[in-house]
């Protein structure tokens, strides 16, 4: 077969080199892309040179199964023997191994000359600009923010979820019904704000169990509150605008401000949430809140607390992005409405989750826009990531509208509830005097104020040599602490880990008061 090649010279693109049959060993599944053979030169020399080549520059790697030569015959149209003969040179010279019927392979022990060329996977560019490039403001000022570790799970590690007892063979079931009846409506992709059935299903349940008003057009489908944030900061920050946040906060929503060039003002907090008196009067554009949930101290904001914020961001003008990033699983009290429910004006921007809920790799979220908005929300989410993935929220639909949704949360909810009761227990009975936990009402993790004189960086340090993860509360902060503490995340860590981890933390401490004891050693 000839090949026909309309591109720019010095490559010819093998359009289907994919050979499957039923014998696995016959299969290879890859494209093969060889340099334009020029007509002075031998079929056989140029096979051999191009093959040689892949090889050297690490494109095709030890191990890696080549085609078989009768289907680089057929796809050349060269004689099969040319295709044999370069095979056979190659193999007399080390490159590749194997015997006819078995196939043919790329040594995995190669020359001693090629043990001097470093593959293409591990080589460094050597490429050098005659100028350096220019890069933005915004990308000078963004941080990488670090995801989720995949790493086994230990006590006390935070924002995670029991991933162990989601059920994954109902989603499966779900995935697999959604993909068979998959049509080319859903192949096309959805609107920039998301799968409307989805944003039914959202809207009813945010309306019902969180006291949000909204209707399903205010709700738009992101990947998660970062994006949430990143799409708020896109539309209303400048560069040299003021935003507020809490003092110690969450650090993802601190590094999207820090990137867009805004100025922060921290705000400190009580036992009721934010404290009004610390909100700037003027010259404020965004107000970022953790009411439901603070993170990472885990009050709950009070409503007469929620009615000052109103009134405050109404006469300043600043608009409210509320993270109710863990609020469905609140195991004492009644359940306080969202901010936005209580909002007649227009101000609060409402974002939620389905990481904590569900799973962090799910990647879906939301987020519910005054309807004054839509329409600019809509441009910015139509130039950045288009929607949120089709499939994932087809299935998600159908996992809310089955009642699986519900019955997750109302299982998880007394899961979490007997992790946190035993917490609780164990601390009181190991770590009093050392490690003071509050009483959280809701959520996935809680915070611990440590004894006077016990610094939290060291006690962390302390901790993870006796295999316990815990995180200091100043790193969330952005004005100097006055008291040093820890995050302790219970949700996916079981009651077994549980003990095991206060044992071992009630250890560490001890460790650290008698070393804070110990008279310094002078030079």
Known sequence: MTVKWNGPPGKVHLEHLRYTTFMAKKTTPYELALPHRKTEIPAYQWLYEAV????????????????ATRDLANQY?????????????????????????????????????????????????????????????YGRRATLFAGYENRTTRAFRCNLPALELFPAEIWTQITSRCLRRISTRLLMGC??????????????YLSTSRGVKCVPEQVAIVSGVQEGLDLVARLFLNPGDRVCMESPGYP???????????????????????????????GVRLIYVTPAHQFPLGTTMSLARRLQLLESARKSGALIFEDDYDSEFRYSGRPIPALQGLDGNGLVLYAG??????????????????????DRFEAIKSLTSRHAPLLEQVVLTDFISAGHFGRHLRRMREVYAERLSVLLEEACLKLAGLLEI??????????GWLRRGID??????????????????????LRTVARHGLHLGFAAVDTKEIRRGVRELAIALEEEVYSSRQPRKSS
């Open 77 to 137: 149209g060269l004689a099969r023997g040319t295709i044999v003969n370069a095979f056979e040179q190659l193999k007399s010279e080390g490159y590749v191994e194997g015997s006819v019927g078995s196939g043919t392979y790329v040594s995995r022990i190669l020359p001693e000359e090629l043990l001097r060329v470093v593959s293409g996977a591990s080589a460094k560019p050597t490429m050098r600009r005659k100028r350096g490039l220019t890069i933005s403001s």
């Open 191 to 204: 609107d920039p704000l998301g799968y409307f059935p989805l944003r039914e299903a959202l809207s009813d």
């Open 252 to 282: 993802g929503a601190a590094l999207v401000f820090q990137a867009c060039g805004a100025k922060i003002s921290a705000a400190r907090l009580d036992d009721e949430g934010i404290r009004i008196r610390d909100l700037p009067t003027r």
């Open 456 to 477: 939290d960086e060291s006690a962390a340090a302390a901790a993870a040599k006796r295999d316990v993860e815990v995180t200091p509360l100043s790193r969330y902060s």
């Open 438 to 447: 509050s009483g959280v009402e809701a959520g996935l993790q809680t915070a």
């Open 52 to 67: 040689r080549s892949e090889i050297l520059d690490g494109c095709l790697r030890p191990g890696k199964r080549l085609p």
């Open 353 to 374: 989750s389905f990481s904590k809920v569900l799973f962090p790799s799910l990647r879906l979220g939301y987020l519910v826009i005054p309807s004054d908005l839509l």
